[in-house]
């Protein structure tokens, strides 16, 4: 079944510099990528999303890349602040006609230092 | 639009003993997701519907779980005996009827913290 890996699980960044997290899936069907944020105790909550027709996309920033040929899939920040301090967690969606299936990464715990 | 709305926010029990979840996913969300998030860890699909159907229900512990969204609208989440390693955070999810513009995106509600003693 899809598997989706993640990387690192800890990353603690100076402020103001930037932060990648890494992750890679098994399932080359896989064509939607979302990646969350989640804030201690609360949900997780859709910050970027990225499909597989698309290697790059950026939002303010934040950004994403998608390599289909590796199956690997990155969220970058930029410009860090304490605010991004939460677990980031990816994930991998197969789509089918009318419903998807997605699988999560372990979670990356990114702590913005002052 | 009001988000997904899940009860209890938090539930202790002792081992053996039963629990059940609800969800009321956003109006007119097609597709409903139980997850269960272990400490440290990514959610992990536990069942999903479409409607009042079973889409996906392959990791669910269905010797001790059971789910059921009988009018396709809200759902309830089972479980008949609790074991220790089910304290989790059970996380109910919703999204649309898939079109090109939703991107499968999921609405998480606030989830229910269950601790098992």
């Known amino acids: 079944g899809e598997n989706v890996e993640q990387h690192p699980s800890t990353l603690s960044v100076q402020e103001g510099d930037s932060a990648v997290i890494k992750c890679t899936y098994s399932?080359?069907?896989?064509?939607?990528f979302p990646w969350y944020k989640q804030e201690l105790g609360k949900r997780p909550q859709l910050i970027i999303d990225i499909r597989s027709n698309v290697g790059e996309k950026k939002d303010q920033r934040i950004a994403v890349t998608l390599n289909k040929t590796a199956k690997h899939f990155s969220l970058h920040i930029t410009e860090t602040q304490p605010e991004d301090s939460a677990v980031y967690f990816c994930?991998?969606?197969?789509?089918?006609?009318?419903?998807?299936?997605?699988?999560f990464g372990s979670g990356t715990r990114l702590s913005i230092r002052p | 639009e009001a988000g997904v709305a899940q009860s209890p926010r938090y539930k202790i029990i002792e081992k053996r003993q039963s629990v059940a979840f609800w969800c009321n996913p956003i109006?007119?969300?097609?597709?409903l997701y139980w997850y269960q998030q272990i400490l440290g860890q990514g959610p992990k699909l536990l069942i999903q519907?479409?409607?009042?159907?079973?889409?996906?229900d392959s990791q669910l512990p269905k010797d001790r779980f059971s789910a059921e969204r009988l009018k396709g609208v809200d759902s309830t989440l089972k479980i008949q005996p609790a074991k220790l390693e089910d304290s989790a955070v059970y996380l109910c999810?919703?999204?649309?009827?898939?079109?090109?513009?939703?991107?499968?995106?999921?609405?998480f509600g606030p989830g229910t913290r269950l601790t098992v003693t």
């Open positions: 399932d080359s069907a896989s064509n939607y």
């Open positions: 994930a991998a969606s197969i789509s089918y006609s009318s419903a998807s299936k997605i699988i």
């Open positions: 519907f479409q409607n009042n159907g079973v889409v996906d």
């Open positions: 109006s007119g969300h097609a597709t």
């Open positions: 999810a919703s999204s649309p009827t898939r079109t090109s513009q939703n991107l499968d995106e999921q609405y």
